[in-house]
Nanobody, 126 residues
Framework: QVQLVESGGGLVQAGGSLRLSCAASRLTFSSYNMGWFRQAPGKGRDFVAAINYNGARTYYGDSVKGRFTISRDNAKNSVYLQMNSVKPEDTAVYYC???????????????????WGQGTQVTVSS
């Protein structure tokens, strides 16, 4: 079964750091762009970061630019999100996702991603 499994979420104080991981199984991982999205209670799913299939290009949402870093290790079928200088407004469920098509142009739209993990909760205390 093709799946994505996130880990690394938890409770962190404002100004602290957290690293999220997402492991893919039964997916030709190195062929797909990957993304991180987040959803806060009562809000829609927002784009956080994306990385192209070979890791050469990265994209970030305005609210996390300069604080978060997306990376991938194709040998480990994994994508990561390093979160630094976190803020209470970063509190959300974080999802990793794989693009619907191989070797696609990177997009930041959730509907362009067809495979999603179950999500991991990140809570930032003030």
């Amino acid at each position: 079964q093709v799946q994505l499994v996130e880990s690394g979420g938890g409770l962190v104080q404002a100004g602290g750091s957290l690293r999220l991981s997402c492991a893919a199984s039964r997916l030709t991982f190195s062929s797909y762009n990957m993304g991180w999205f987040r959803q806060a209670p009562g809000k829609g799913r927002d784009f956080v970061a994306a990385i192209n299939y070979n890791g050469a290009r990265t994209y970030y949402g305005d609210s996390v630019k300069g604080r978060f870093t997306i990376s991938r290790d194709n040998a480990k079928n994994s994508v990561y999100l390093q979160m630094n200088s976190v803020k209470p407004e970063d509190t959300a469920v974080y999802y990793c996702a794989a693009h619907a098509r191989q070797f696609a142009v990177v997009t930041t739209t959730a509907t362009d991603f067809s495979l999603w993990g179950q999500g991991t909760q990140v809570t930032v205390s003030s």
